[in-house]
T-cell receptor, first 114, second 110 residues
Framework: DQQVKQNSPSLSVQEGRISILNCDYTNSMFDYFLWYKKYPAEGPTFLISISSIKDKNEDGRFTVFLNKSAKHLSLHIVPSQPGDSAVYFCAARLIIQGAQKLVFGQGTRLTINP | DVKVTQSSRYLVKRTGEKVFLECVQDMDHENMFWYRQDPGLGLRLIYFSYDVKMKEKGDIPEGYSVSREKKERFSLILESASTNQTSMYLC?????????FGNGTRLTVT
């Protein structure tokens, strides 16, 4: 039962163009969403987040959009740079008896071509 | 800057061995987590802990146990390692919201 899904295992984008990574979820109790970036042989690092009460959050080249009615979020990177090549995970937070639990998607491997 | 340290980057163990994966964080965080990462499956939660001596099962706890005797240390134990536990293991800690991850331990069980 995959509550958070990233349906594209990989994405290839030209340098300078926009990268759009998508994520769908099923549980309406998620209250907070995050994107992580992971390079090989390193742990995931936090990129950007959004609360369920918002529909957009922007941080430099990165923007996250949340569509609650569609249970869909997306990460936009513009302009894309070679250093953005990595695996991107979306995650959703659930609060259970006062403790937080993050549920992750399968990941999307982004490749930025020069 | 938060530092989460996993004691080993690479481990090779034999089937049936008892395996300990250690994780230490330096930010006095209440919450600590163990995930495993497998291709096509993303990060799956094994166990988490929101306080010393407290533990909760995640989504795939079978074959694993944990120990949290001190706030800064969270250990993952494979009681009897099996080949299907070959994976990348990631430890994380958080106060609230953002999880901070270690660099992972790649465990191979032969």
């Amino acid at each position: 039962d995959q509550q958070v899904k990233q349906n594209s295992p990989s994405l290839s984008v030209q340098e300078g163009r926009i990268s759009i990574l998508n994520c769908d979820y099923t549980n309406s109790m998620f209250d907070y969403f995050l994107w992580y970036k992971k390079y090989p042989a390193e742990g995931p690092t936090f990129l950007i987040s959004i609360s369920s009460i918002k529909d957009k959050n922007e941080d430099g080249r990165f923007t996250v959009f949340l569509n609650k009615s569609a249970k869909h979020l997306s990460l936009h990177i513009v302009p894309s740079q070679p250093g953005d090549s990595a695996v991107y995970f979306c995650a959703a937070r659930l609060i259970i008896q006062g403790a937080q639990k993050l549920v992750f998607g399968q990941g999307t491997r982004l490749t930025i071509n020069p | 800057d938060v530092k989460v340290t996993q004691s080993s980057r690479y481990l090779v163990k034999r089937t049936g061995e008892k395996v300990f994966l250690e994780c230490v964080q330096d930010m006095d965080h209440e919450n600590m987590f163990w995930y495993r990462q497998d291709p096509g499956l993303g990060l799956r939660l094994i166990y988490f802990s929101y306080d010393v001596k407290m533990k909760e099962k995640g989504d795939i706890p079978e074959g694993y146990s944990v120990s949290r005797e001190k706030k800064e240390r969270f250990s993952l134990i494979l009681e009897s390692a099996s080949t299907n536990q070959t994976s990348m293991y990631l430890c994380a800690s958080s106060l609230w919201g953002v999880l901070h991850f270690g660099n992972g331990t790649r465990l191979t069980v032969t």
